[in-house]
Nanobody, 126 residues
């Protein structure tokens, strides 16, 4: 069974930065779309960003465009979410997810993804 493990969460002041990493194992990483989602208390899981196996294209939810950057290192089987200019509304548990690329998929939908990490907490104080 593939394994995804997130790291890098924590507490940061508004305007600060965090770098989330997702290490994968037992996954043919190079053929998989990777996504980041987040879930705040009392809210549904929300799409944040996704990246194709080749590194392009990338997709972002409007609320993080210009502040967050998703990237991947296929040699290290990992994906990174660099988060800058953080806001209190970014506070959530952040999850890494993986799905094998296929035509016609909407990679912003959580239901598309087959594998998930356990999540890492990001808290942004005002």
């Amino acid at each position: 069974q593939p394994q995804l493990v997130e790291s890098g969460g924590g507490l940061v002041q508004a305007g600060g930065s965090l770098r989330l990493s997702c290490a994968t194992s037992r996954l043919p990483f190079s053929y998989y779309y990777m996504g980041w989602f987040r879930q705040a208390p009392g809210k549904e899981r929300e799409f944040v960003a996704a990246i194709r196996w080749s590194g392009v294209p990338t997709y972002y939810v409007d609320s993080v465009k210009g502040r967050f950057t998703i990237s991947r290192d296929n040699a290290k089987n990992s994906v990174v979410l660099q988060m800058n200019s953080l806001k209190p509304e970014d506070t959530a548990v952040y999850y890494c997810a993986a799905v094998r690329e296929a035509n016609g998929r909407d990679y912003s939908r959580a239901g598309v993804y087959d594998y998930w990490g356990q999540g890492t907490q990001v808290t942004v104080s005002s």
